[in-house]
């Protein structure tokens, strides 16, 4: 039996750090299917609107720690039917990566917001008037902003031990898209 070609790329990380944008790019270019894990916790958490707020006061470590297996048999599924396809999303845990019999597979890349004060001066120069983060006071958000940084320096420690790519999109959001793409797609 011959060895399967397909690729899953994953792009996990912090909200803010340009996840679904480097994965639609991805998804476009490379002519695959794509998936936010948002709308996956949606099916198992009804909402008013197909997206899950940030800012929702869940505890993203429960969360992820619901999703993993539903991640890993939709990891498992893609992989046995050889299909390509970019899944995003902050519920994604890199040694769920790292574990997965379908390693081989995955092409991952993880972003995060290790700055808050790079981070905040960023998003609120780039963030749409009807984003979250432009619902929040100054205060609010830099609140915020120092909780991504604390999660965002866990999960570099976290994918530097697993050996999984990591970047930081404080400043440089741009610049942290494309290095992230260009990581995924190298070799394909």
């Known amino acids: 039996m011959q060895e399967s070609e397909a690729s899953i790329y994953v792009v996990g990380g912090l909200p803010r750090t340009g996840k679904t944008t480097v994965a639609e790019r991805l998804a476009h270019d490379l002519r695959i299917g794509s998936m936010e894990t948002d709308h996956i916790r949606v099916l198992f958490k009804p909402t008013p609107t197909s997206k899950i707020r940030t800012d929702s006061g869940e505890d993203i470590k429960v969360v992820t720690k619901k999703l993993r297996p539903r991640l890993e048999s939709l990891v498992e599924w893609l992989a046995n039917g050889n299909i390509d396809f970019v899944l995003n999303g902050e519920c994604i845990d ?4 790292a574990a997965s019999p379908y390693q081989a597979r995955i092409r991952s890349c993880f972003m ?3 700055d ?3 981070a905040f001066a960023r998003i609120r120069e780039v963030a749409d ?3 979250w983060a432009n619902q929040k006071s100054d205060e609010e ?3 915020i902003l120092e909780k991504y940084a604390a999660r965002s320096q ?3 420690k976290t994918c530097m031990k697993l050996t999984l790519p990591y970047v930081d999109a404080s400043a440089d959001f741009t610049m942290a898209q494309e290095w992230v793409y260009e990581t995924l797609t190298q070799g394909s």
């Open 154 to 156: 866990a999960l570099a």
């Open 141 to 143: 958000l830099r609140r």
């Open 112 to 114: 995060g917001l290790n």
């Open 116 to 118: 808050p004060d790079g």
């Open 94 to 97: 890199p040694r769920m990566i």
């Open 129 to 131: 008037p009807s984003d």
